[in-house]
């Protein structure tokens, strides 16, 4: 089922810290993690939600269960909009704190972490991230990193966007959908369209988007955008519908791609086309629904693109989050 790939947990207040953890312990249970993992994870949780106490406003804890097609994983992001960090590095070395506490903290998170990251600004915030794989972590590095982050709108159970993807030896295709509203009703417009998109056998996204909005007549209907990556030819290929922002970035240029209005399911374009773009140009592509604010720079975020790519999805989340709205941003960068 394609649903939100993360839930927010608020960490502002220490007499919710207990069960924060007993119930990000559970999910992760419940997802087959071994057992001397789970008692690591509640370690991590422990010190994450110690430092948010210690140091941090408005703390928040993103919690995901991704599940990547070659290696599942268990995601952390610790959000916090405190002082921020002068100098993250060093306080990554045991003994070091600025508190008059042991300073083992973010060296442990990093320790028990298969991945493990940090990015702060001072007077801006801290996001840290600590990502488990389920099972082995993966022996070499894929050609193409897919960071997700769904939310669902607070107070739903099920989030109204949501991304799935396929893969095969030749290309990579991957759709972000946004059902209209929010709640179940929505959520069905999204798994019926990522139904319709798994048995496509199309590749020009103009097409699949074709095939998909006649599949989901009976819905509500979506946005959507529908990005391909040809690993021969090295050009990604696009098209959209709606308002689903995307955003090529490449190492001295970035560019916005242009959606055609419509809704898939209810009324599309007679005559729309794919977009081309190289990968010599654009090494990555940011896509987002509109729980996300249109205007944003990655100039606000000075050396995020050396960090993991979640780092990037979180500190977007944490700027630009409409908070009464499903929220994704999906990041997809070669290697």
Request: hydrophobic share 40%; net charge neutral; proline share 4%.
């Amino acid at each position: 089922m394609v649903d939100a790939t993360h839930i927010s947990l608020a960490a502002n207040d220490r007499s919710y810290f207990s069960l924060l953890k007993k119930d990000i312990h559970q999910r992760a249970s419940e997802a087959g993690l071994a057992p001397t993992r789970l008692a690591e994870l509640d370690i991590i949780v422990a010190e994450m939600t110690s430092n948010l106490f210690k140091y941090a406003d408005n703390g928040e804890l993103l919690f995901g269960i991704v599940q990547d097609q070659e290696a599942p994983y268990l995601e952390l992001l610790c959000i916090d909009s405190g002082p921020g960090i002068q100098n993250p590095s060093r306080m990554l070395i045991d003994g070091v704190s600025t508190s008059n506490t042991m300073g083992h903290g973010l060296g442990s998170i990093q320790r028990l972490s298969d991945t493990f990251d940090i990015y702060s600004q001072v007077g801006w915030g801290t996001i840290l991230l600590s990502r488990i794989y389920l099972k082995q972590v993966p022996a070499k590095k894929s050609a193409i990193t897919i960071r997700p982050l769904v939310v669902a709108k607070p107070g739903e159970t099920m989030s109204g966007d949501g991304l799935v993807y396929k893969k095969n030896k030749d290309q990579i295709q991957f759709l972000l959908c946004d059902g209209l509203g929010h709640g179940p009703e929505a959520n069905k417009a999204v798994n019926e369209a990522a139904m319709a998109f798994r048995v496509c056998p199309d590749n020009s996204p103009t097409e699949i988007l074709r095939f998909i909005h006649g599949s989901i007549k009976k819905t509500r209907g979506m946005v959507a955008a529908l990005v391909t990556y040809d690993f021969k030819t090295r050009l990604w290929t696009s098209a959209g519908i709606g308002n689903i922002a995307a955003r090529w970035i490449g190492p001295t240029t970035n560019k916005n791609h242009m959606s055609y209005n419509g809704i898939v399911g209810h009324n599309i374009p007679g005559s729309m086309n794919d977009q081309q773009y190289s990968s010599m140009e654009y090494n990555q592509v940011i896509l987002c629904s509109d729980g996300i604010k249109t205007r944003w720079e990655l100039s606000k975020y000075p050396m995020i693109q050396k960090c993991d790519p979640a780092i990037l999805c979180a500190a977007l989340y944490k700027d630009q989050a409409r908070r009464t709205d499903d929220m994704s941003v999906i990041i997809v960068k070669l290697n």
